[in-house]
């Protein structure tokens, strides 16, 4: 199965200033027939279900503010957030779907300083 | 507006059956893939399985031994069934609808012990 890893695991953020988090794939995750990289993010906030922010790399999911963006190639992923509100703490998740079985990064902690 | 609701027993003895529903209300099930993933206590998030509208079905290998599922399309609900569970299997449940994974349920907490 593709192994999902993230750095860091623990991010502490100030608000209004920007945060990166960083997701790797131990295999490509770029689909050889449509071209797509079938990598997700999801925030996990206390006490709730995860929720899709972004999917196939880089398309916020409906309703996701636009200071969320994900980009990477191949097998090296980031997710960035523009300017951190404080809404913004939870655990996020990487989330590969190009291979069976779905596998998940470890997930990156993010919350207040 | 579509939702989904998890349900079953909070508490499972060792050796014996876990069973969950996955209620969808204000929609249909004859479409899309339904999921389950569960998630251990203070842990990340596990992949259990799919199964299509379909009928055809897909299980994480790591469990394939003890997990089935199935979709009742009259009752609009699918179904997780896990053998022989132990500790290990005690986590948060979830089900979800399709890939990527827009809609989830709430959850449902499933302990193991005697």
């Known amino acids: 199965e593709i192994v999902m890893t993230q750095s860091p695991l623990s991010l502490p953020v100030t608000p209004g200033e920007p945060a990166s988090i960083s997701c790797r794939s131990s295999?490509?995750?770029?689909?050889?027939?449509?071209?797509?990289?079938?990598l997700d993010w999801y925030l996990q906030k206390p006490g709730q279900s995860p929720q899709l922010l972004i999917y196939a790399l880089s398309y916020r999911a409906s309703g996701v503010p636009d200071r969320f963006s994900g980009s990477g190639s191949g097998t090296d992923f980031t997710l960035k957030i523009s300017r951190v509100e404080a809404e913004d703490v939870g655990v996020y998740y990487c989330?590969?779907?190009?291979?069976?079985?779905?596998?998940f990064g470890p997930g990156t902690r993010v919350d207040i300083k | 507006q579509v939702r989904l609701q998890e349900s079953g027993p909070g508490l499972v003895k060792p050796s014996e059956t876990l069973s969950l529903t996955c209620s969808v209300s204000g929609g249909t099930i004859s479409s899309y893939s339904w999921t389950w993933i569960r998630q251990p206590a203070g842990k990340g998030l596990e992949w259990i399985g799919r199964i299509f509208a379909s009928g055809s079905i897909e299980y994480n290998p790591s469990l394939r031994a003890r997990v089935s599922m199935s979709l009742d399309k009259t009752k609009i609900q699918f179904s997780l069934r896990l053998t022989s569970v132990t500790a290990a299997d005690s986590a948060v449940y979830y089900c979800a609808r399709d890939t990527p994974y827009l809609l989830w349920g709430q959850g449902t907490r499933v302990t193991v012990s005697s």
């Open positions: 989330m590969q779907r190009n291979e069976f079985p779905v596998t």
């Open positions: 295999q490509s995750l770029l689909d050889s027939v449509d071209g797509n990289i079938y």
